[in-house]
Every structure is written in structure tokens, then in C-alpha cells.
């Protein structure tokens, strides 16, 4: 059996072993992966060895984690360990540097955090709760999760919402493509029917232009010297392609500019801007420059209703939001404390249930027996006096019982209280 003497407090046999994005490079990720068509029959294959009573499988870019829960008596890491190197075909000794494994409250606590997103590569990003809904969704679905790992999962997603609730660690953009959404937003409040024009086809200007559009803007242009590459983009985003050419004949009816080139001096002048302005009749543009050597002249910011931000002012918001996540992930951390304490004493107290019930079943046979053996001298008793003898003889068992029995229930949540249960069960002649 996995739990150990001094960790008690779960009465499941618990084991997860896993590889993330800190723990292994992205080709033993890519080798160790379970593709999500796959998962559903994997999860059922794991969940059916011998001695596993649940598991569920997690499987993303960034982390491929198995989670069980085994027999009392069954040592589960060779079962997983099993279950890796034949279902990928490998031998796992050169991967077994790469893998972490948990047991019994550190496995709670584990996806407690990761359902939280305070173990993904960007702290606070809400996907991975999503990820961990499928996960538990399919392994529900093929029967892995009926028992303690099911409600343990079940109470991780709900320990996520709540700290997506009370804390604000998934509010702050952590990215440059994000921060450019965040600065528009706050210049034009809302990015319904606004028009993005992308200068240079780069990846980060895919990025930004996929996010703007995701928050609301409606229309995109492309422009880049490769005009086949502005196609390619375009289409993507069901935009135009504009050739570079006459950039300037169309970038007027832009909202936001989005430039990354690879052009050695502006592609945006003070004069151009003012001449985009006059034809906007001074309607605000904002321009995301993320190139290097930069693309839009950084004097454009002194006309009225232009806003420039280059790269380096991006990534000043993406650190100051980065550390404000971290001060939210301090408090996120206490509400998973809090709730690891509140899951235990609601496990122990249901695992008590079976033992309470053992001691005074044990003790009223007792009681009820020694009650028949002294049959003959009660006889005489008129009915009430037997009632007042019952009555005498159960308040002297729950006098007994009390201490004990209130020992078990207030001492749930502290380390020694397995060798309690063990010694009152023990004392009371009850088996396990």
C-alpha cells in the first residue's frame, strides 16, 4: 500500500506520474503523447489493469500526466510504468529522468493547481482548465472515474472556478499579441467593427491579428513584399491581401496597424501619419510597431488621436502584468490550501463512517449480550424499570464511546491520525 504512516489522511491508494514543459523538451512530450482520438480507449485500457480502480489521462502540448487510483495493497507504479512502454512501444529508462511522480495528497494538491493554471507554462491561462474538463469528461465517459479520484477531480475544477472567481490571475494580458488587444481596448473601449491592417506577415503579427479579431474586429487587410505570403495570410483571416505597393492607397480605413517588418527604416512617417489622419478625419488609429529595427517613426505619437506603441512598450505592460499574475498566484495558492484542508476532513470523515459504525455495532452486541446473560435476574423488572435498565446501559456505551469516537472526528486533518484509527479499531476489537 502506498500510504505511508505519516500520510493518512486519504484513504486511497493515489499515484500520478507525468512529463511537462519544465520537466522535458518537446520531443519527449511528442513521444510520450496520447493523442485526444486515442485517449478515450487508452484511459479505458488503464483503468481496466489489474488492481487500477480509477484513472484518467491529461494530454496536452505542454504535459501528459496518468493518474490512478489502486487497490490497498497494490504497488501501482510498475502497472504505469507497464501501461507507457507498451502502449508507445518503447522502452522508458531514457525517458524516466524526465518524469515526476506524486502520491496521495500531493496528487490532490497537484491538480488542484493544475486545473488552476498554476502549473502551465503561462501562468493563469485559462485553457488549461478546459484541457482538464476533457479529460475527466472522457474518462467519465468510458467508466475510469466512479469513486474518491472521480470527486477529487470533480472538486479541482471546482476549486479553478473559484479562483478564477476571487482572484484575478487570468485577467492581465502575458503576451505581446495579447498586450496589443488590452492597449486597443483601452483606446477604443470596444473592438466591434474595428479594421486591422497587418504590415509584414511575420508570426507575431499573425498573433496580434488573430487576437484582435477574436475580441471583436471585423475586417483585416494583409500587405507584405511577398505578396504571395499576403495572400496566405488574408486568406487565413478571410481578409484582403493588399500589395505593398499600395499600402498607402487602402491603410487609411485602418483602426489598428499592425507592423512587423524586416524593412532597415520606417515604413511609417510623421508625414504619412499625418496625411492617414486627414483622410480618417482624425478618427484614432492605433499602431502595434513589433519590429526591430521599428517600423512606425515613434514621432507619430506626437499628433493628436495616433498611438504608437512599439515593442518594448509591450513588453513593459506583458511584465507588469506578469508580476501582477504572480501576486494573484500567491493568493490562488492559499485558496488551494484551504480547500485541500476542507477535501480532507470531508474523506476522512466519509472513510471514518464505516469504522463508527463497526465500534458501536461491536459495542451494542455487547451491551445486548450481556443484557440476555443477565436475563433471569431482569425478569422481576416491571417494563419500565427494563425500559430504565435499556436506557441505563446504551448512555454508559455512548459515555464510552465518546471520546473515542470524537477523537476520530476532530483529529481528522492531522498527520497521526491513521495510526488513531488503526489503535481505537484496535482496542475496540473492530477489523479493518
Known amino acids: 500500500m502506498i500510504t505511508t504512516e505519516a500520510d493518512p489522511v486519504f484513504a486511497m491508494n493515489l499515484l500520478l506520474v507525468g512529463i511537462n514543459h519544465r520537466t522535458a523538451p518537446v520531443e519527449v512530450r511528442e513521444r510520450m503523447n496520447i493523442q485526444e482520438a486515442r485517449l ?21 502540448c505542454n504535459r501528459v500526466e496518468l493518474v490512478t487510483n489502486a487497490r490497498d495493497e497494490v504497488e501501482a507504479a510498475p502497472i504505469l510504468r507497464s501501461f507507457l512502454a507498451e502502449y508507445h512501444h518503447c522502452d522508458l529508462a531514457p525517458f524516466e529522468p524526465h518524469f515526476y511522480w ?14 488552476s493554471s ?24 468510458v467508466g475510469a472515474l466512479d469513486g474518491a479520484l472521480d470527486e477529487i477531480v470533480s472538486r479541482s475544477l471546482a476549486v479553478a472556478r473559484r479562483v478564477r472567481r ?9 503576451s505581446v499579441s495579447y498586450a496589443a488587444v488590452e492597449l486597443a481596448k483601452k483606446i477604443f473601449g470596444s473592438l466591434a467593427g474595428k479594421t486591422v491592417f497587418v504590415i509584414g506577415a511575420g508570426k507575431m503579427s499573425e498573433l496580434a491579428a488573430r487576437h484582435l479579431l477574436r475580441s471583436g474586429a471585423s475586417a483585416i487587410f494583409v500587405s507584405n513584399r511577398t505578396y504571395e505570403r499576403a495572400q496566405e495570410l488574408a486568406q487565413a483571416f478571410h481578409g484582403t491581401a493588399i500589395r505593398f505597393e499600395d ?15 524586416g524593412a532597415p527604416h520606417f515604413v511609417v512617417t510623421k508625414d504619412q501619419a499625418e496625411k ?8 484614432p488609429i492605433f499602431f502595434v510597431d513589433i519590429a526591430v529595427p521599428r517600423d512606425i517613426d515613434p514621432a507619430v505619437n506626437e499628433l493628436d488621436n495616433a498611438f504608437v506603441y512599439d515593442i518594448d512598450d509591450l513588453e513593459q505592460v506583458v511584465e507588469a502584468n506578469r508580476l501582477e499574475r504572480q501576486r494573484e498566484a500567491a493568493r490562488a495558492e492559499k485558496i488551494i490550501e484551504e480547500e485541500m484542508t476542507r477535501l480532507q476532513r470531508r474523506l476522512a470523515t466519509r472513510e471514518l463512517t464505516p469504522t463508527i459504525v463497526a465500534i458501536e455495532a461491536r459495542l451494542n452486541r455487547i451491551r445486548e449480550a450481556e443484557l440476555e446473560r443477565f436475563g433471569g435476574r ?3 423488572l416491571t417494563p419500565d424499570q ?3 435498565v435499556e436506557a441505563l446501559t446504551r448512555a454508559i456505551q455512548n459515555k464510552i464511546l465518546h471520546g473515542p469516537l470524537t477523537e476520530l472526528k476532530d483529529g481528522a486533518d492531522r498527520p497521526e491520525h491513521g495510526n488513531i484509527v488503526r489503535l481505537i479499531r484496535r482496542i475496540f476489537g473492530v477489523g479493518e
Do not use: C, W
Not at 102 to 115: I, K, P, Y
Not at 166 to 174: D, F, L, W
Open 166 to 174: 476571487e482572484t484575478a490571475i487570468g485577467s492581465s494580458a502575458v
Open 386 to 388: 427494563r425500559r430504565a
Open 102 to 115: 506524486l502520491r496521495q495528497q500531493d496528487v490532490v494538491r497537484h491538480l488542484f493547481r493544475v486545473a
Open 40 to 60: 478515450a480507449s487508452a484511459v479505458s485500457a488503464l483503468a481496466h489493469r489489474d488492481g487500477i480502480l480509477e484513472g484518467m489521462i491529461l494530454s496536452t
Open 378 to 380: 431482569l425478569a422481576a
Open 247 to 261: 499600402l498607402f492607397a487602402t491603410i487609411d480605413r485602418a483602426d489598428i496597424v499592425i507592423s512587423s517588418t
Open 276 to 283: 492617414l489622419l486627414a483622410a480618417r478625419k482624425n478618427r
Open 118 to 141: 498554476l502549473d502551465a507554462m503561462v501562468l493563469g491561462e485559462p485553457q488549461v482548465l478546459g484541457q482538464v474538463k476533457e479529460a475527466y469528461a472522457t474518462a467519465r465517459r
